[in-house]
C-alpha cells in the first residue's frame, strides 16, 4: 500500500537554487506534516498544517486539500539544508513518505 | 522545547536477547509512539499508547510488546531478537489533539547479530 508518494527521492543542488519537494497522498486527512531527518537519524518537525501556506524562514509549505498534494519550497538552499524530507498526511493516523533525500552543494 | 529522549543511540544484541528499548518525554503528552524506519520503507508505526497502561498495535506488532507504566515513559521489548529487527527505531509523542505535530527522539539504531 501506498497512501504518500514523494517525489523526487533523491535531490542534488547547488548553493542557492530554489528547491521543491512534492508530496501526494490518497487517504482523507485533517492536516499533514513536513519533517526534515539529518544524517544521524533525529527527526524535527518543520511545519504542521491543514491548509494554505506556512512559511519558516526560508522554508515554505503549500497544501491543496482538494487535490491532496502538499509542496515543501526551500528557497537560497544552503548545505546545512542537506537532510531527508519527510511528508506525513494525518488521516486517521499518521502515514509517511519514504523521503526525498536532498544534498546541497556548496 | 520539548525533548524526547530514547535511551542509546546505538545498540547491538544477539539473536534471541530479550531487549528493552526506552523512551522519555517531558511535555505530559498523552500519546506515545514507537516506530522503525528502514531504507526505502519510511516510517512504520509498531505499537502506540495514549495513556497510562493503554496500547495500541500499529502496523507491524510482531514480535514485540510495549509498557507504558508511567506517563512519560513508554518501552519498546523485543521479546526474542531476530536479525530481521536489524533497523532504526525511533519514539515520538504527542497531545491528544490529532492536529498536534508529534515529537521524535533521536532513534536508536539496533543492531541484531
Known amino acids: 500500500k501506498n497512501e504518500v508518494e514523494q517525489s523526487p527521492q533523491n535531490l542534488t543542488a547547488q548553493e542557492g537554487e530554489f528547491i521543491t519537494i512534492n508530496c501526494s497522498y490518497s487517504v482523507g486527512i485533517s492536516a499533514l506534516h513536513w519533517l526534515q531527518q539529518h544524517p544521524g537519524g533525529g527527526i524535527v518537525s518543520l511545519f504542521m498544517?491543514?491548509?494554505g501556506k506556512k512559511k519558516h524562514g526560508r522554508l515554505i509549505a503549500t497544501i491543496n486539500i482538494q487535490e491532496k498534494h502538499s509542496s515543501l519550497h526551500i528557497t537560497a538552499s544552503h548545505p546545512r539544508d542537506s537532510a531527508v524530507y519527510i511528508c506525513a498526511p494525518l488521516g486517521n493516523q499518521f502515514y509517511f513518505g519514504t523521503g526525498t533525500s536532498l544534498t546541497v552543494i556548496p | 522545547d520539548v525533548k524526547v529522549t530514547q535511551s542509546s543511540r546505538y545498540l547491538v544484541k544477539r539473536t534471541g536477547e530479550k531487549v528493552f528499548l526506552e523512551c522519555v518525554q517531558d511535555?505530559?503528552?498523552?500519546?506515545m509512539f514507537w516506530y522503525r524506519q528502514d531504507p526505502g520503507l519510511g516510517l512504520r508505526l509498531i505499537y502506540f499508547?495514549?495513556?497510562?497502561?493503554?496500547?495500541e498495535k500499529g502496523d507491524i506488532p510482531e514480535g514485540y510488546s510495549v509498557s507504558r507504566e508511567k506517563k512519560e515513559r513508554f518501552s519498546l521489548i523485543l521479546e526474542s531478537a531476530s536479525t530481521n529487527q536489524t533497523s532504526m527505531y525511533l519514539c515520538a509523542s504527542s497531545f491528544t489533539d490529532r492536529n498536534q505535530p508529534q515529537h521524535f527522539g533521536d532513534g536508536t539504531r539496533l543492531s541484531i547479530l
Open positions: 511535555m505530559d503528552h498523552e500519546n
Open positions: 499508547s495514549y495513556d497510562v497502561k493503554m496500547k
Open positions: 498544517l491543514s491548509s
